[in-house]
């Protein structure tokens, strides 16, 4: 009886879910963002509409930084055009950026400041060059806590080709999207790493523009598609500090399928 009430429960959140008005609502810098919007958007079929600054960052990257970063240590937010689409028609909004200095990109810290998303579903997704997925949505639940913050998507721009696939299974698994998907194996213990291992992470890491460090234990699983690696590596900051940090490697079963790492969280 209580199993039957738990399905009638799931059943009647995930139609809840799919009833519910989607946004999807984006901030791009170098188009990667607003490819996988668009992918968002194809697959969900949900309003979408891009974040734009008053005055547009200049597409060169190291000018976008040097402006980001500014904009950041000064504590100023860049003007916004208006939205065009009203916030409040909608339930659920999945918020888009890329990750610049660890976080999201300075044009969202303005949304969030002039907006407190109230009782809205926020579902953060974004593209990076190594990782930012976990701490830019800490931030987002810092600066909105009248927001419910759900669990996000995130990918490297140099994997976006990889993101439709990714998506179908992530919104499945969440809810927004109909259809199942198997369960993925969990990740094995972790293990010292072996010559074969240390093989793996650096064909997938080095090419890397920063060192990302040693690996030093592994956990492994393997996927219809995939065989994957969780590997703990220890490195050291400009500074000579110590950390730890967490990098996702993937081997695709294709045929000549290279090693690739997903991401970095720190």
Do not use: H
């Not at 995930?14 to 901030?27: G, I, N, P």
């Not at 000064?74 to 208006?82: F, M, Q, R, Y």
């Amino acid at each position: 009886m209580k199993q039957f009430l738990l399905s009638i429960a799931m059943m009647s959140f995930v139609t809840m879910s799919f009833a519910q008005k989607k946004l999807v609502l984006y901030y791009s810098e170098t188009g990667s963002t607003k490819a996988v919007a668009e992918e968002l958007q194809k697959q969900l079929q949900a309003d979408i509409e891009a974040i734009e600054p008053v005055k547009p960052y200049s597409g060169n990257f190291q000018e976008t930084m040097q402006r980001g970063q500014r904009e950041m240590q000064s504590g100023e937010t860049p003007e916004l055009k208006a939205l065009k689409a009203k916030l409040s028609d909608y339930d659920v909004i999945f918020l888009g950026y890329p990750i610049w200095f660890g976080t999201y990109a300075v044009p969202i810290a303005t949304l969030v400041k002039e907006n407190d998303f109230a009782g809205k579903t926020l579902v953060p997704f974004c593209t990076f060059g190594s990782g930012g997925l976990n701490t830019s949505s800490d931030a987002l639940k810092k600066a909105l806590p009248k927001a419910k913050i759900q669990q996000g998507y995130g990918v490297r721009t140099a994997r976006v080709t990889a993101a439709a696939k990714e998506l179908d299974r992530f919104l499945k698994e969440n809810g927004y999207k109909k259809g199942t998907v198997a369960p993925l194996p969990a990740y094995s213990a972790q293990q010292p790493v072996t010559e074969q291992d240390k093989a793996i992470f650096d064909a997938a890491c080095s090419s890397y523009q920063f060192p990302l460090g040693t690996p030093q234990t592994v956990g492994k699983r393997t996927t219809d598609d995939s065989t994957d690696y969780m590997f703990t590596v220890k490195s050291r900051g400009f500074d000579g500090t110590e950390s730890t940090s967490t990098i996702y490697v993937t081997v695709g079963k294709e045929e000549g399928a290279k090693p690739e790492f997903t991401q970095v969280v720190r």
